[in-house]
């Protein structure tokens, strides 16, 4: 909870400008993902054999293959732009939305390469998102690091025990996984 001081100090105009860019810019991603004007597979599209495709257009085939996935995440991203409007779930905004816009920035770096216009977009959008938080960062790293609590004393052991053979266990099976494939090719 905020004490009177901290609900008065200022909040940096800075941030309320990059906190409507967000909210602008996801807007128009979630609604033209919403109205299909994003991920529309073309009909010509849709009839080439994947092997003919460039990245750009194998990846609009892959994510406009479900029309639900595109209203998730246009979903997704009006109630993210929403939630930005107010300053008071900005944070919570922010926090959200972050992952989902970083995942888009891989995509937009790794596998469409040459479209510099996506690109610089979610480079800002995830940069002014980080800004946001970086702001916040105290309450951030109170919420999930302060107020947490850790194992207790008397069953630490056990959970070192459990995560240790989670761990064993994920390596083991991989493992063998990869040694399996290198019998079955030969």
């Known amino acids: 909870m905020l004490n009177q001081d901290e609900r008065d100090k200022p909040y940096p ?3 309320d400008w990059l906190r409507y860019f967000c909210a602008f810019m996801l807007y128009m991603y979630g609604v033209s993902k919403l109205a299909h004007l994003q991920f529309n597979m ?3 599209l849709a009839h080439r054999q994947i092997g003919l495709l460039n990245e750009y ?3 609009w085939f892959y994510f406009g293959y479900s029309r639900v996935y ?5 979903l997704t991203q ?6 930005l409007l107010f300053r008071k779930t900005t944070l919570f905004a922010a926090a959200i939305m972050l992952p989902v816009m970083a995942n888009i920035l891989l995509i ?3 596998i469409l390469v040459n479209d510099y216009g996506l690109y610089f977009i979610s480079v800002l959008i995830c940069t002014s998102l980080l800004t946001i938080l970086w702001h916040q960062r105290a309450a951030l790293l109170s919420l999930f690091l302060v107020t947490q609590n850790g194992e207790p004393v008397a069953s630490s052991l056990t959970h070192v025990w459990i995560r240790t053979r989670v761990v064993l266990a994920v390596s083991v099976i991989m ?3 990869e040694i399996m494939k290198h019998y079955v090719r030969r």
């Open 175 to 177: 493992i063998s996984g």
């Open 70 to 74: 595109a209203s998730i995440l246009g």
């Open 78 to 83: 009006v109630a993210g732009a929403t939630l």
């Open 57 to 59: 257009q194998l990846t």
């Open 42 to 44: 073309s009909p010509e």
């Open 13 to 15: 105009k800075l941030l």
């Open 108 to 110: 937009n770096m790794f």
